[in-house]
């Protein structure tokens, strides 16, 4: 699933029906995230295998769509785990 590339071809009107906020808000909080995430980094530790997009795609639908971990895990291709961390990080 390359979300870069369908974020990128998403219209603007879209992004309250699907994420439940709009553009300018989804992309307030990608940037807010991407600094934290490079400020963890600094301390070291392996890198994600799910990007930051992919964290914040997850947990708006977790929250929005009220999906189960399991149901977005399976999407992911990914254990359940993987996606409780992330839901938890953006939190």
């Not at 997850?58 to 769509?65: K, N, R, S």
């Not at 189960?68 to 961390?85: L, P």
Request: proline content about 1%.
């Amino acid at each position: 699933m390359n979300n870069e590339k369908r974020i990128g071809e998403l219209l603007e009107e879209k992004y309250q029906v699907i994420f439940g906020i709009q553009k300018s808000t989804f992309d307030a909080i990608l940037a807010i995230l991407s600094c934290a995430y490079e400020e963890m980094r600094k301390k070291g530790g392996r890198k994600r295998k799910l990007t930051i997009l992919d964290m914040l795609i997850i947990t708006l639908g977790y929250y929005h769509d009220y999906r189960t971990v399991e149901n977005i895990a399976f999407d992911y291709g990914v254990h359940k785990q993987r996606i409780s961390e992330p839901v938890g990080w953006v939190e």
